[in-house]
């Protein structure tokens, strides 16, 4: 019988502890953030109302009677992200399967740093560049008095996530088991059907854990938001109109607004709802993973 190296042992102990001391540390830090926002948004949840507060198409915190309605911005909010993610899902997979699977060994080590790279740019330069060339080509391309939209603001927000998608996605067809590559190609499977029909649906679970990565992040941008998507309170019945997202909404007011007032709180209650949509989108895809898991159809 092996004996257990009790050195070995103690280290494993102590990697599990700090393990879950980070983990423990993490939860009480994202539940402190959330108490504290709760508190000082919570005026609002009480004079307003919640469905008020969140159905409410006005937004006039300075006026004689001031009126907080979120409706546009929430509205905003998910036509920019879901656009994001529309366009940036299958440019970033695309790539993955290319990188993982396709590429030539010299190719792909350029490819890959240059994606890192991308990730590393402020989001103030990509929105920047989104106003100085992608607006005035729409501007000028279609005639338009001003080139501002959440289209625009959501194909800013695809280029800036395609690297997360593209990057988490290619880690995840990595991690297929290479049992299955080995027997796809003693069967003579061609590379394609390999690629799309076998790694992919393995590494599915991996993939979507990318898509809700780069969500979080579209829905949580703000700088390129807000310097391309127009800035206008009103309901966005189309992804070309213009909007005030979420966090755009909250970078523009907040340093103009005095803290105590309402004003104040209401700002803090819209970062409630940003917090608590993204929570809620990485809940929901957790569910669908262990459905997956389980081997139950999600639908």
């Not at 092996?2 to 042992?9: A, D, F, G, M, T």
């Not at 546009?72 to 399967?97: D, Y």
């Not at 740093?113 to 391309?141: C, D, Q």
């Not at 070309?240 to 997202?245: L, M, R, V, Y």
Request: proline share 6%; with cysteine; charged share 10%.
């Amino acid at each position: 019988m092996q004996k257990v190296n009790p050195r070995l042992e103690i280290r494993e102990k102590v990697i599990n502890i700090i393990f879950i001391s980070v983990a423990l540390l993490s939860s009480l830090l994202l539940l402190a953030m959330l108490l504290f926002i709760l508190r000082e948004s919570w005026p609002i949840w009480s004079q307003v109302g919640v469905m008020d507060f969140l159905s409410g198409t006005t937004w006039r915190p300075v006026s004689t009677s001031p009126q907080f309605g979120i409706a546009p911005m929430v509205l905003s909010t998910m036509w920019v992200a879901g656009g994001a993610l529309l366009i940036a899902a299958p440019l970033g997979f695309g790539c993955a399967i290319f990188l993982a699977e396709f590429a030539p060994s010299p190719l792909a080590a350029v490819l890959r740093p240059v994606l890192n790279m991308l990730t590393g740019i402020p989001s103030v330069v990509y929105g920047f560049l989104g106003a100085a060339v992608l607006i005035k080509f729409f501007e000028i391309r279609f005639d338009l008095v001003s080139g501002e939209s959440l289209f625009a603001a959501s194909l800013i927000l695809a280029i800036m996530i395609v690297p997360f998608v593209t990057a988490n996605s290619e880690v995840a067809l990595h991690a297929v088991a290479p049992e299955y590559r080995h027997a796809a190609m003693a069967l003579g499977v061609s590379r394609p059907y390999l690629a799309l029909r076998i790694l992919v649906p393995l590494a599915r679970k991996g993939m979507l854990g990318a898509l809700v990565l780069a969500f979080g992040r579209a829905m949580g941008e703000t700088m390129a938001v807000l310097m391309v998507a127009g800035n206008t309170l009103m309901l966005p019945f189309s992804w070309f109109n213009k909007g005030e997202p979420l966090p755009a909404l909250i970078a523009l007011e907040l340093g103009s607004s005095i803290p105590g007032t309402i004003h104040y709180q209401a700002l803090f209650a819209a970062g409630l709802v940003l917090i608590l949509m993204v929570i809620a989108v990485n809940l929901g895809v957790n569910l669908l993973l262990r459905r997956l898991r389980s081997g139950v159809k999600p639908f």
